[in-house]
């Protein structure tokens, strides 16, 4: 069995200041970990994802996550909040290459 | 084609009436994935295709649901009798192999009024 637990429904930062996304996961084998985002009326964009090869992964507009096993997290940073990372992040979790299980989602607001 | 598309991409229709929402993966992707997005939730896994085969389809909310996949290519999901608990945004992905992640289509809104 798999799960995604994100802490969290909505976090709000200011503008350059330092974003953290909370993600848990729980799994009976090793897992292979995603976060997308999603903009208003779109669909989800994969942002990043960990396979088992290095366990800090960086992904697009400058977002980074850090796969830790001993705390079963895999939290997203960035270090500086622009006003287009505004939207709703979804973390993932899939171990069978079948369906990915999705955390009830993190929407971000960035304050001017 | 260059993403996944999806259509329509808005559908308004009465309760009781059957519905099909269509999904054209990116070429050459032999997996594929329905879910299901309702207001203020997260995604509700429905359906996955692996070519033609759907070898985990324990998300279907019901026997009025059902979909199938063809030439390995496109997938339709059919909703007969709609009811307003259908109502939802209706999100399908592609992926050549699961663990490499999914691209998804920018989904169809459903509406049973």
């Known amino acids: 069995a798999q799960s995604v637990t994100q802490l969290g429904s909505h976090v709000s930062v200011s503008e350059g200041a330092l974003v953290l996304l909370r993600c848990n996961y729980s799994s009976s084998v090793p897992p292979y970990l995603f976060w997308y985002v999603q903009y208003p009326n779109q669909g989800l964009q994969l942002l990043l994802k960990?396979?088992?090869?290095?366990?800090l992964v960086k992904g697009i507009n400058g977002f980074e996550a850090e796969f830790k096993k001993s705390e079963t997290s895999f939290h997203l940073t960035k270090p500086s909040a622009h006003m287009s990372d505004a939207a709703e992040y979804f973390c993932a979790v899939n171990t069978n290459a079948g369906k990915s299980t999705f955390g009830d989602g993190t929407t971000l607001t960035v304050k001017p | 084609g260059a993403g996944v598309s999806q259509s329509p991409s808005n559908k308004v229709t009465e309760k009781g009436k059957d519905v099909e929402l269509r999904c054209d993966p990116i070429?050459?992707?032999?997996?594929l994935y329905w879910y299901r997005q309702s207001l203020g939730q997260g995604l509700e896994f429905l359906i996955y295709?692996?070519?033609?085969?759907?070898?985990?389809k324990s998300g279907l909310p019901s026997d009025r649901f059902s979909a199938e996949r063809t030439g390995g290519s496109v997938s339709t999901l059919t909703i007969q009798r709609t009811q307003q608990e259908d109502s939802a945004v209706y999100l399908c992905?592609?992926?050549?192999?699961?663990?490499?992640?999914?691209?998804f289509g920018s989904g169809t809104r459903l509406t049973v009024v």
């Open positions: 960990y396979t088992s090869a290095a366990t």
């Open positions: 295709f692996q070519g033609n085969s759907a070898p985990d």
């Open positions: 070429s050459g992707h032999t997996a």
């Open positions: 992905a592609s992926s050549p192999r699961g663990l490499y992640g999914y691209t």
